[in-house]
């Protein structure tokens, strides 16, 4: 695909532009656009705080502040992974017809996603002070050292998805069905010292662990934890090296499969 | 003069589809029958030809004759599984004007988005904003949402943006069909242009006026393979007659 040479500039005007299309069109079609982003992480983290902390009884400090925490990094996983199936398959027109470096649709997608994430910390802040938490220094850079592990550890499991959907086209199900799952088996409305002893193992094998975790640290003990934000990087080399290998096995196919 | 596109021994075969479109459970099924992995579908059969620079040819065929997927495989959205294709300058393809646009956004945003993926600065496409929209004549209707236009309105708006376009070889692909007879009159003011400047054009239409209007020369696809070339009158007539026999 070598007649259009696309420059660094080209990658990132390409990149910008589709994302604050996908960004207008959101906001766009509903004026209260921030609030719907927000309204499905906040309504989770009411019926957890029910069902675990009222009915349940279960005694964890600050839990609506863990709660929140954990569900918006974890919203912006899950809305991620399921729309980034459709990354390629609903741009079908754009791929089949122009020559332009495919993968650059997950990234606007992914850069979406986050923006929206972005958009909700105020929210964390906002509950930080309501709840009396103390805010340390830690707090304001912390977020700007592990978004962007976040970013790529998603970008690497959105590209093997939105690549291996397109040939496999059930595979949207099964991550459906994944990702409920895996909100239970994540460090997501419990903490990770309540899982006994012999199955923290398999907790850390979820890639969103150490994220989760480390943004815990952020945000409820005003430390950034070091060693869970390089083991998320490590995770998101893996997962972005993986993602790089399905897309170059199979992206000059994308054309005749849509 | 020198060779603009050059095919040789061109081959290109798809993917069974029922290989894959049966989704995970299929594929694993299927794995494990060789013969089905084996099936392939032949799209088009050893073409070989050669196209001279600053000349216009056209393309015909029935349905299906693989004229897209030639087509494709010189925009390069396509790949061959064998032969050797050799282009020689900038492509640039209007295979479907406004590919991506998108109906919520408005005429203005839509063209700073498909400006963007054929290949613009962002800050180029914007100092052409004024001109693209003049020429598509929609300078009223540019800051409505695109799902209020017509089906011609937004193929002059594609047409517009991808005529901005400076390319050494230009592919069509029946777009000329679309937008009202003046506006049919300008695309082919502007195709007259880049010819005129020396530009290579390769065109698939069903339209037996563009192609004996436009063109210096034609092929004929039939079956995967090109059986008919030169004269594009002659051409055009080969490809009617049998039209009619076999009863299309």
Redesign the interface.
Known sequence: ????R?SP??YI??V???TQ?EI??RY??NLLGYFWSLANPLALATVYYLAVQVFLRVQIDNYIVFLIVGLFSWQWFNNYLVTSCGAFLL?A????????PRFVLPIALNLQNAFHFVMSIPVIFGLLIQQNVRLHLATFYGPLVLIPAQFLLLLGLGLVLSTVNL?????ER?VVILLNMMLFLSPVIYPIDMVPQAYQKFIWMNPMTPILEAWRGIFLEGTVRWGLVGLGYLYALVALTSGAWVYRRLS??F???L | MTTAIRFEHVWKRYMDHSLWSGGLKNYVLNRFREKARRQQRLVLEDISFEIKRGSTVGFVGRNGAGKSTLLGLIAGVLRADAGRISLDGRISSMLELGAGFHPDLTGRENVELYGVILGFRRSSIRRRLDSIIEFAELQDSVDLPLRFYSKGMIARLGFSVASQLDPDILLIDEVLAVGDHAFQNKCFEVINRFRAAGGTIVLVSHSEDDITRLCDQAFLLEDHRIVASGDPRSVMNRYQGKAKNSGD
Do not use: Q, Y
């Open positions: 695909m070598g007649n259009h696309f500039v080209r005007d390409l910008l532009t589709l299309k207008k069109v766009k079609s741009n027109s754009l791929i089949k017809r122009t020559v332009f040939f496999l086209r059930d595979v099964i000059w196919r054309a005749e499969v």
